[in-house]
């Protein structure tokens, strides 16, 4: 296994793959694809944003300057941190064309020497296991605050609210549970209704705004510092509220790959920016109308003849969201086992046409699991936004101290620019992350929790691995020597193939050493497999498979796939044809090395680690469904290893 310290990774979901300079119409329709996948978070926070920065203000609210200055404030965190950071400056930091957290961690380690190559990887890890932290709550905070609109339902209202809990469970549940079937058939509109989600948002933003135009003065950033002065700390923690509003932003980033630049940026520019502000506006004028409507503002600004059909439409935008977060674990998932940051996964394709269309059950049903305690624990999305922030503060903060790598090494700037660039964005991110974490004893501390523990499991796989191929390299017989050993005295040659799987092509396999001592054969022709993950979201079938010639007996064959790639050597061997090796599967057989782990206090992890890692190890999914191995063909030779 490769040092996980220098594997690369990255992180997002996606069904469409942008080319690079995609006509008109194709432009615009990856546009209006992205509206759904990439802008559903984001385009939900007007639900709660606004409501949650008010209730906390010194006037609660119902003060001209605490109006002005919330909507100052949402509207400058918009600009800077989604248009400036991530619009401007991230989306020009691409592996290949793909973006997010991993893909970024993967590039810095491209570009950067050596030596930094750890303190990458561990923030990679770090804001990997932050993303499914704030996986877990996304869903729940989103589809609940839509489904609180039925307590204003003109005339059944009142008698509804002890149904707004158990219909979003039922939502909820009925969401994971439709995961297996895939989302293909669906995701065409997933665009087009997110983008009417989006157009009725400016719509009765506009509708408000004519309450009191004089709401147009929160543009100005200085009502939002006048406001921040006046509430003193109070101000200061109002912030982690107004940070609601740009929850999502990092989605920006992360599909970039599915989309392509252009099409977010003109998606954002173009629709979802001015729907965002306007909408925004609008409950800002309204509330310096009707003080009375603070406590809940967005419901409130629905006229009564189209309430019914609003609100509806908001619980479609939030599923669609919560669609776009489910997806996108899948797909970090995957990413996270071909870079051995996670023990092999059961990962299952939805779609034989579409990329991006998979199925993780495993993660599905935590996930799952986790919203529920989530919605019967805290009850409200008021409750829910206090918990809610903390681990999209953390995951961007990491995006920016990547971003250091990028700007000086890959950009080529002198440190102090990087430091510059890197610190003007750290300097906001670090702000938000203090006011976010005043909010740990209102339930802030569960993502923390739950990426902390995410980051133990991650640190223990990799840690474990690389002290189990460590101990294999010790302990192996250099592959050269044995070649050369099996030339002079060669054992009993068996007819056929046989492949032997290992991560280190080097030295001699288990499964190899294992077939001489007690079969004592050796097939007419040996491959030794290695499966490696490149640097690059995707590898071309030109580059797939190298093949390097050892002996007469020997053959090293190494099959490379990109991070965002499903693994299946059966397809990649038949790419060997070309190569003038011929295969035929049904008449190969594959040797596997079943590893039997035994802790030890004396080496290693501590002991506790150790257990650890040997419970990962025993529900990491079988080697033989993971490479696409007909199982017919598979020979498993145990060992025992202490680590």
Known sequence: MADPASAPASGAEGTLHAPAHA???????????????????????PLYAMREALAHSRSG?????????????????????????????????DNKGEG????????????????????????GVFGAALFYADGIITPAVSVLGSMEGMRELPGVGKRLSPLVLPLTAIILVALFLVQSRGTASVARLFGPVTALWFLVLGGLGLFHIADDISVIRGLSPHYGVLFLIDNGFLGFVILGSVFLAVTGAEA?????????????????????????????????????????????????????AVYWPVWLLSIAATVIASQAVITGAFSMTQQAVQLGLLPRIDIRRTSETQAGQIYVPQVNTLLMVGVLVLLFMFRTSSNLAAAYGIAVTGAMFVDTLLFFYIVHYMWKRPAWQAAAASAAFGALDVVFISSNLLKIPQGAWLPLVLGAGLVLIMWTWTRGAQILSEKARRESVPLSELADILKARAPHRAPGTAIFLTSDPDTSPVALMHNLKHNKVLHEKNIILTVQTA???????????????????????????????????????????KQGIKFDIMATSFFLGRRSVVPSAQSGMPLWQDKLFIFLMRNAANPTDFYRIPPGRVVEMGAQVTI
């Not at 100052?72 to 020009?92: E, G, N």
């Not at 991993?102 to 990458?120: D, E, H, N, T, Y």
């Not at 797939?544 to 099959?559: A, C, G, S, W, Y």
């Open 61 to 93: 609210g119902t003060s001209e300057l605490a109006v002005l200055g919330v909507v100052s404030l949402i509207t400058w965190a918009l600009i800077l941190i989604v248009t400036v950071k991530y619009v401007i400056f991230l989306m020009r930091a």
């Open 252 to 304: 920006l980033y992360a599909d970039m790959g599915h989309f392509g630049k252009g099409p977010i940026r003109a998606a954002w520019v173009v629709l979802v920016l001015p729907s965002l502000v306007l909408n925004y506006l609008g409950q800002g004028a309204m509330v310096l109308a009707r003080p009375d409507t603070r406590t809940n503002p967005f419901f409130e600004m629905i006229p009564t």
């Open 535 to 577: 640097e690059t979201p995707r590898v071309p079938d030109a580059r797939r498979v190298q093949i390097q010639p050892l002996n007469e007996d020997f053959k090293k064959v190494t099959i490379a796939y990109g991070f965002m790639e499903s693994p299946n050597v059966p397809k990649a061997l038949g790419l060997c044809r």
């Open 23 to 45: 006509p008109k119409d194709k432009f615009w329709a990856l546009a209006l694809g992205s509206v759904g996948v990439v802008f559903g978070d984001i385009g939900t926070s």
């Open 100 to 123: 997010g957290t991993l893909a970024l961690m993967a590039l810095a380690q491209r570009v950067s020497p050596g030596q930094r190559s750890m303190v990458i990887f561990l923030l």
